[in-house]
């Protein structure tokens, strides 16, 4: 089982609507998420980090975390053709070292 | 400025060959990281080291190898017995609980 699964994608939408990128993780104990975006060739950079349950909202992004259901998501609202690129989703596993995870990856294409 | 430098940033290695791919970090972190990305793949934990003079294997060590003898620096040498190590390698460090940095990438390619 992968500790960490996204959908490959990609995900193609227009321009000023919302995207919606899915996660689902495998260690009950992992207390950490986080989403990043990655360009092509470049480092992943982080656009967010939820610990609690719920929503958090930064800007055009709100992330969530249903830990009951072991899931995390990321909205984009207002998408944007430079949104393009591939989303990172990425757990801190819990354990004596932590560790971050991440998943495959899932690629969004903005379309005007 | 602070931040993590990874040299080179495009590798070339013969078949058989050793290479290391260097990473220092300017930031005073304790943890750091090795992540291998294939194309159309998410990152891969190869090594980890939390502390000076120790490291664990992450998800793919074999035919990689690490040391940690200084807190800036973390080299990652690609061994002969990695048998397919064309990829991009990345290098992140880590202060506090999740304040994670990652360097620019080194692109490591077989000819």
């Known amino acids: 089982q992968k500790e960490v699964e996204q959908n490959s994608g990609p995900l193609s939408v227009p321009e000023g609507a919302i995207a919606s990128l899915n996660c689902t993780y495998s260690d009950r104990g992992s207390q950490s998420f986080f989403w990043y975006r990655q360009y092509s060739g470049k480092s992943p950079e982080l656009i967010m980090f939820i610990y609690s349950n719920g929503d958090k909202e930064d800007g055009r992004f709100t992330a969530q975390l249903n830990k009951a259901s072991q899931y995390v998501s990321l909205l984009i609202r207002d998408s944007q053709p430079s949104d393009s690129a591939t989303y990172l989703c990425?757990?801190?596993?819990?354990?004596?070292?932590?560790?971050?995870?991440f998943g495959a990856g899932t690629r969004l294409a903005v379309h005007p | 400025d602070g931040g993590i430098t990874q040299s080179p940033k495009y590798l070339f290695r013969k078949e058989g060959q050793n290479v290391t791919l260097s990473c220092e970090q300017n930031l005073n972190h304790d943890a750091m990281y090795w992540y291998r990305q294939d194309p159309g793949q998410g990152l891969r934990l190869i090594y980890y080291s939390q502390i000076v003079n120790d490291f664990q294997k992450g998800d793919i060590a074999e035919g990689y190898s690490v040391s940690r003898e200084k807190k800036e620096s973390f080299p990652l040498t690609v061994t002969s017995a990695q048998k397919n190590p064309t990829a991009f390698y990345l290098c992140a460090s880590k202060v506090g609980r999740d304040d994670y940095t990652f360097g620019s990438g080194t692109r490591l390619t077989v000819v």
């Open positions: 990425a757990v801190n596993f819990s354990g004596g070292y932590n560790k971050l995870i």
